[in-house]
């Protein structure tokens, strides 16, 4: 038994070490301060808050989308937030994509259908940098897995927007204490009844941003509570199994080791 | 199995002809494996597993991946997105090149500490270290696929490497790209040998599962076996234990896939390829970090390279540097402290490889890099010949029976 337990110690240990110190190496500059916030995805039993979700779509269509494309996501995709086939339909047929050639080689616009992918605000790269002054607004789909610190770094970095300090030099952009280096080309997006909510919820900065990061934690896995609930399942069948093979284990050794 | 010899029934028939199944019954049901064996000897097996893991995943993933500059990144999310399960498999084969590396460094660390390279396994050993260079080989490629910011930039700075090789060196390089520059060319044959090494990975254990049954296993005594009272069949005694450890690390392992299967990766490589904008800090995957902490260890890039390549071709060596003629550390109470001295040693440089390379870790890296190589060039001999070893037991059937080893 004292190897058993040797083995795990020391397996844990040099993990723990190494990824302790590997993910300070990911770990924004020193002047970017993220505030560790606690969402309702986090945690073994953690899941996307849906209806939280669905206001998030309302606020990216609305303030994000004029910048930002969703390049991965499907109007389709929406079915999995709880929004009806309907109201899929619906939401899909406001955007405009370029159609199928038809009989005579023409090609036309046509409203977009529930399998069409979100439609990106530009119509090409070079269009995304000619209106943003030759940067492109990152893709949101995986934004939320792409950053350091993950949601809580965008939630910090939505609510960062500061005035410049005064012993800071003139800046090129816009002052944010979560972004690494202070100094970002976006202009704040969200102040608070930037949106009017559908369903009533009063528009707060504080509840914009939490709808945000729920609707975009959910475009960058939406497997997640697939994956929770199974991995919980897989779990417990695996300490089981683990168990009855230990037993079993004993039992057969017992001749050897009297 | 007795029915075999005389060729009789459908198996011993084909058997008479072809010895497959009497070759399964002597390796995996036969086989007279030491008593003794540790927990720390489940690692070759769980090694084995993981490869099969690896191969059976890649396979899925390769239907539905598309290895093109335009159309990677996107089939990934692909299979994230809209294959069945796909978001499932791809965590198992990310996460499972991380376990695979876990378990064979572990396995590795095994082998120094009860001196497994040592006569008569030393070409065991080499064929276990050629297993270590095509799986770097092969993590590094199939870390390039999926086309993210990490992915470009790692190739590009891995492959610049053979730029250090005087002369030809940016002919080969070039000739590496299919191009000037990392691109569409690099991507595809990245792909093709990505498929391909797992494969020759699977030949190379096939011949060392052969090497090692050719002497049967060494032990945590590290003394030979004097008679059949010192052995037990491989099954059942060993088919349960492996097994029974088999479950455990699946159990971590699955913990990792299901609750956190990004904490292992760089958050960089959910951003599609740039070569025009580079990463603030370039690191590659963790099981490499050890290496690039050697590389960037030396001022010198040619210098680097060499020093890197020597940190794994030095093992080869291991046999004739090790001048003990004890196997193993539980006897040699020098060369124990000495061989946790070399595993600290090795986090540190992991440490190191995943910090940027600016003040005070250059020095460390640098420090570190010195002890890695003096601990087998200096020390291992040495401490081999002022060493007074304890006892050795008599045989693995008395020290079975009269009092517990601690490993």
Known sequence: MKNYYQIIKIFFISFIFINTFFCKAFAAGPDAKITKMNFSFDGIFGVIDKASARRGLQVYNEICAGCHSLEHVAYRNLLDIGFSSDQVKEFASQFEVMGEPDSDGEVNMRSAIPSDRFVSPYLNDNQAKAYNNGAIPPDLSLIIKARAGGASYFYSLLKGYEDVPEDKEPINGYYNIAYPGNVIAMPQPLYGDDVEYEDGTEATMEQEIIDLVSFLAWTAQPELNDRKSMGFRVFLFLVFMTSVLFLSYRKIWKKIKG | ?407
């Open chain 2, 1 to 407: 199995m007795s029915n075999t010899k005389n060729g009789k029934g459908v198996i011993g028939w084909i058997d008479y002809r072809l010895p497959i199944f009497s070759t399964l019954q002597h390796t995996l049901v036969d086989y007279p494996t030491p008593k003794n064996l540790n927990y720390w000897w489940n690692f070759g097996s769980l090694a084995g597993i993981f490869l099969m893991i690896q191969i059976v995943t890649g396979i899925v993933l390769a239907m539905h991946y598309t290895p093109s500059v335009e159309g990677a990144f996107a089939s990934i999310e692909h299979i994230m997105r809209d294959v069945n399960y796909g978001w499932l498999i791809r965590y198992i084969h990310m996460n499972g090149a991380s376990f695979f590396f876990i378990v064979v460094y572990i396995h590795i660390f095994r082998g120094l500490y009860y001196g497994s390279y040592k006569s008569p396994r030393e070409v065991l050993w080499w064929l276990g270290l050629i297993i270590l260079l095509l799986m770097m080989a092969t993590a590094f490629m199939g870390y390039v696929l999926p086309w993210g910011q990490m992915s470009f930039w790692g190739a590009t700075v891995i492959t610049n490497l053979f730029s250090a090789v005087p002369v030809v060196g940016t002919a080969v390089v070039e000739w590496l790209w299919g191009g000037f520059a990392v691109d569409n060319a690099l991507l595809n044959r990245f792909f093709a040998l990505h498929y391909l090494f797992p494969f020759l990975i699977v030949g190379v254990v096939i011949l060392h599962i052969v090497a090692l049954h050719t002497h049967g296993s060494n032990n945590p005594l590290g003394i030979d076996r004097k008679g059949p009272q010192d052995s037990i069949p491989f099954h059942p005694y060993y088919t349960i234990k492996d097994l029974f450890g088999l479950s455990f690390v699946l159990t971590i392992f699955a913990a990792v896939v299901f609750y956190a299967p990004d904490f292992l990766g760089h958050p960089d490589n959910y951003i599609p390829a740039d070569p025009l904008k580079t990463p603030a800090h370039i690191v590659p995957e963790w099981y490499f970090l050890p290496f690039y902490a050697i590389l960037r260890a030396v001022p010198d890039k040619l210098g680097g390279v060499i020093a890197m390549i020597s940190a794994i071709l030095i093992l080869f060596a291991l046999p004739w540097l090790d001048t003990s003629k004890v196997r193993s550390a539980t006897f040699r109470p020098i060369y124990k402290k000495f061989f946790w001295l070399l595993f600290i040693d090795v986090i540190i440089l992991t440490w190191v490889g995943g910090s940027p390379a600016e003040g005070h870790f250059i020095l460390i890296g640098q420090l570190a890099t010195i002890y890695y190589f003096a601990h087998f060039i200096i020390l291992m001999p040495i401490i081999g010949i002022i060493e007074t070893p304890r006892p050795l037991p008599n045989s693995i059937s008395e020290s079975v029976l009269n009092k517990p080893i601690k490993g």
